[in-house]
């Protein structure tokens, strides 16, 4: 199984910043506490400084082996290690430590703070070696602590101020619903050609649709994606621009505002979807927020050559070659980042290298004016003549 966006999207975070990190910042920390250590462990990895908080956090669990405290600390210790290692790039510590956290708190019955709860199991289905049922199978655990731990709140809310419960509450509810959308992603890759996949995958987008009222963006999101597996376009459609319209017109930081791999993942379904104009608007908000995303130019240039081929007709001429232009210089910005920062992704360098070849020999050495550092100004991208004011987040 391949890994998960997430942890696609960690790893390759801590790739641009310097792979492992694994410096000299490693230093042994004089202490002899596990509980100070783990408090050292987790300010390192709030700071950035992952190798040294891999450093404390392994110096606390080697204490833990021979103190009276190990079975109240244990736990946070494996989570926080578990932790440490996704964010390292280390997927199979990671998994190994998640695994020992489950040995402490197999039911996910202890306190959050203590590294209980729900996180190690939906960690273990993400990193699941096997993938398939077993992520499934860890998806599932951690979706009985969520569905448990959110009808307890929600008992409780009776005698307490919906504003005490309200953060709380919807947090337990974007994870849950975030759980369930994974889940149905399993079932339409790694497990799409069981004969329930179909079926399994309606059962929990029509669980996840009623987790919030409306529901969540990444929710709609991914019933378009079930919605468009069954050649269900206009649906899709529906779906995908009532996805935008929770958060469209909100400022980047916003919570509303779906994470960026998300996003890169809705620019997919809106092109698979043929709302290439819309993808659009979407990839150049990503490129904005972070002009060292490979896949956020590579899907810029792929979708702007999909609107340019879309100009058939002799009169639209001149769009067409506007819109190739772009595409190229999107594609060739794509293909310097891959090289520049040692991307991984074969597929997708080969496709960007086959559109850049077949753009070279149709459009030839005529360019399309740009910075003085060779970097297109994605505002300019797709500019066809209309107004471009969605999804700026002003």
Same mark, same amino acid.
């Given at each position: 199984?391949?890994?998960?966006? &997430? =942890?696609?999207? =960690? ?11 694994? &410096? ?54 494996? &989570? ?6 996704? =964010? ?24 959050? #703070?203590? /590294? ?5 199991? @939906? ?102 994606? =079930? ?15 009532? #996805? ?96 520049? @920062? ?39 991208? /797709?500019? &066809? /003549? ?9």
């Amino acid at each position: 199984m391949a890994k998960s966006r &997430t =942890v696609q999207a =960690v790893s390759r975070k801590a790739r641009r910043h310097g792979k492992s990190q694994r &410096t000299s910042d490693s230093s042994q920390s004089s202490s002899s506490d596990p509980y100070t250590l783990l408090s050292e462990a987790s300010q390192s990895l709030q700071s950035g400084n992952s190798e040294a908080a891999l450093s404390s956090v392994q110096q606390a669990i080697a204490l833990l082996k021979t103190s009276e405290q190990k079975a109240s600390i244990s736990l946070p210790a494996y &989570t926080l290690l578990g932790e440490i290692q996704i =964010v390292l790039g280390d997927v199979v510590a990671a998994r190994e430590a998640f695994k020992e956290a489950v040995e402490h708190d197999p039911h996910g019955s202890l306190p959050e #703070s203590h /590294g209980g709860g729900a996180e190690k199991f @939906l960690w273990l289905a993400q990193l699941s070696e096997e993938g398939g049922h077993d992520s499934i199978h860890w998806y599932e655990r951690g979706i009985a602590v969520l569905e448990h731990r959110l009808g307890r709140h929600e008992v409780s809310a009776e005698s307490v101020s919906q504003a005490d419960q309200s953060e709380e509450l919807e947090e337990y509810k974007a994870k849950l619903a975030s759980a369930l959308c994974s889940m149905i992603e399993v079932w339409m890759t790694d497990l799409s050609l069981e004969p329930n996949a179909e079926s399994n995958c309606e059962r929990l987008i029509g669980r996840a649709l009623l987790i919030s009222d409306p529901p969540q963006a990444s929710v709609l999101q991914t019933w378009a994606s =079930v919605l468009l597996s069954q050649s269900r376009s206009e649906d899709a459609q529906s779906a995908l621009e009532r #996805s935008l319209d929770r958060w469209k017109e909100l400022p980047p930081n916003h919570p509303d505002v779906p994470d960026f791999p998300t996003r890169i993942s809705l620019a997919r379904l809106l092109m698979e979807a043929e709302m290439e104009e819309v993808a659009l608007e979407v990839v150049e908000r990503l490129v904005g927020e972070d002009d060292e995303s490979v896949e956020a130019w590579y899907l810029g240039g792929w979708c702007l050559w999909l609107m340019g081929n879309k100009q058939g007709n002799a009169e639209d001429a001149d769009d067409r070659k506007s819109l190739l232009l772009s595409s190229r210089e999107w594609l060739r910005n794509c293909l310097k980042l891959y090289d520049l @920062l040692e991307y991984e992704d074969d597929r997708l360098r080969d496709h960007a290298v086959e559109l850049v070849q077949g753009l070279d020999k149709e459009l030839g050495d005529e360019e399309i004016e740009d910075d003085d550092d060779g970097w297109i100004d994605e505002g300019d991208a /797709g500019d &066809t /003549g209309g107004e471009d004011t969605a999804m700026n987040g002003t």
